[in-house]
């Protein structure tokens, strides 16, 4: 009898996460609400509190959300087979349709009004890609650290993509980190002198 | 070889890509150039297309990117790869390091890669933005201004604007993308 509850636990986590990945356009933010709504409101395979939690994790940790929600929420529900059922329902919808994309793109593109529309496109493309950063950048503390490693970080890039210098963005994102820890560590003991 | 090589790049990508979205661009750009699998307006034109297509950013690029590399085994082992690294991450978090993100360092780190995370959207907006209008991709390029992409940059601008001082909220990026589109139609054709 709980074999049988289980199969079918298992069932649901995979459709109802395949679902929200098939409806999930554009991912990001969007997701959240969605996430929410099929997940708190429809299922109450968590409370609120719990949601922002996960929320908050799968904000925090490398991913996109809506994979990083699945895993987390399939392994509440029914431990490690649930999250690999949750995370492979997310990742279904979207591997079958940009297959399908995939399949059929490059005639699309060489197709002459095709390629004229997307001359104008990838215009804007880089344009969302500005406007995504300002706004994540409106959106975090502002302080002399962060202000120093936009502005090193952006410099460094844009001057080494000139002079043809590769350097990985993974390494801007670890040195970055770990002076922070450094950074972090430094001032909680300098705080701790000014109290003694 | 080359399943393992897509495996390998995009499993780097799913385990640095903090930040979500737009934020994954830059790692995923960067090493589709390195290894000339796509050309940078390649790139541009695929990100527009994937605005909509449901799916996180970077598991379509895997998919894509696998898929025209070596068919569907490779779209698998891209995918795979970019899925596995957050996968393996939540479950270690849930199953035994409940508090990893309260601990002090962790936390010291996720703030300040942001900033870092950001100055990587940015200046990849730049270059790219730079080389397709002003021709520009090493100190030695010519200085030539494409004035039909200026002239959508300009008006994309300008309609955005406008909508949000209109209908008090952001335009939505698949219709800044449509009007684009018919933007490029009018200019490119």
Redesign the interface.
Same mark, same amino acid.
């Given at each position: 009898m709980k074999e049988r509850k289980s199969f079918k636990l298992l069932f649901d986590l995979f459709f109802t996460l395949f679902k929200i990945?098939?409806? &999930?356009?554009?991912?990001?933010?969007a997701i959240v609400a969605l996430l929410e709504n099929e997940l708190i409101t429809k299922k109450k395979w968590a409370t609120q509190d719990e949601f922002l939690d996960m929320v908050?994790?799968?904000?925090?940790?490398?991913?996109?959300? &809506?994979?990083?929600s699945a895993?987390?929420i399939g392994?509440?529900k029914a431990g490690?087979l649930g %999250?690999f059922m949750a995370?492979l329902g997310v @990742?279904t919808? @979207?591997?079958i349709? !940009?297959?399908i994309?995939?399949?059929f793109?490059n005639e699309f !593109?060489t197709n002459?009004?095709i %390629? &004229?529309?997307?001359?104008?496109?990838?215009? @804007?493309?880089?344009?969302?890609? $500005? !406007? $995504?950063?300002?706004k !994540?950048?409106k959106n975090?503390?502002k302080n002399v650290?962060? *202000?120093i490693?936009?502005?090193?970080?952006?410099t460094c890039?844009?001057l080494t993509?000139?002079?043809?210098v590769?350097i990985? %963005? *993974?390494w801007?994102?670890v *040195?970055?980190?770990?002076?922070?820890?450094v950074?972090? %560590?430094i001032s909680?003991i300098l705080r701790k002198e000014r109290k003694k | 070889m080359i399943l393992f090589n897509l495996f390998v790049t995009f499993f780097k990508i799913g385990a640095f890509s903090f930040g979500g979205g737009y934020a994954m661009i830059s790692l995923i750009s960067e090493a589709i150039l390195k290894h000339g699998w796509m050309t940078e307006s390649e790139i541009l034109s695929f990100i527009g297309v994937e605005t909509v297509v449901p799916g996180p950013i970077s598991v379509n690029m895997a998919t894509f990117v696998g898929y025209q590399q070596a068919g569907f085994f490779g779209g698998l082992c891209a995918t795979l790869g970019v899925i596995l690294p957050s996968f393996i991450i939540i479950l270690l978090i849930s199953m035994a390091l409940k508090n990893l993100l309260k601990y002090k360092p962790v936390e010291a780190f996720l703030t300040s890669i942001r900033p870092v995370v950001i100055g990587l959207i940015i200046a990849t907006a730049l270059t790219m933005g730079i080389s397709l209008l002003f021709n520009i991709e090493t100190i030695n390029s010519e200085f030539l201004i494409d004035f039909k992409s200026l002239y959508v940059l300009a008006s994309i601008i300008l309609v955005s604007i406008s909508y949000k001082l209109i209908n008090k909220k952001p335009i939505p990026n698949a219709l800044l993308i449509l009007i684009a589109g018919i933007l490029g139609l009018a200019l490119f054709l």
């Open positions: 990945g098939f409806i &999930a356009f554009g991912g990001g933010y908050g994790i799968a904000e925090s940790t490398p991913g996109p959300i &809506a994979i990083n895993t987390y392994y509440k490690v %999250s995370t @990742c919808p @979207c591997f349709l !940009m297959y994309v995939s399949v793109y !593109m002459t009004f %390629s &004229a529309a997307f001359s104008g496109i990838q215009v @804007c493309v880089i344009y969302l890609i $500005a !406007m $995504a950063g300002i !994540m950048f975090i503390k650290f962060s *202000i490693a936009l502005i090193t970080t952006i890039i844009v993509n000139i002079y043809d590769a990985s %963005s *993974i801007y994102i *040195i970055g980190g770990f002076l922070g820890i950074l972090n %560590s909680n | -």
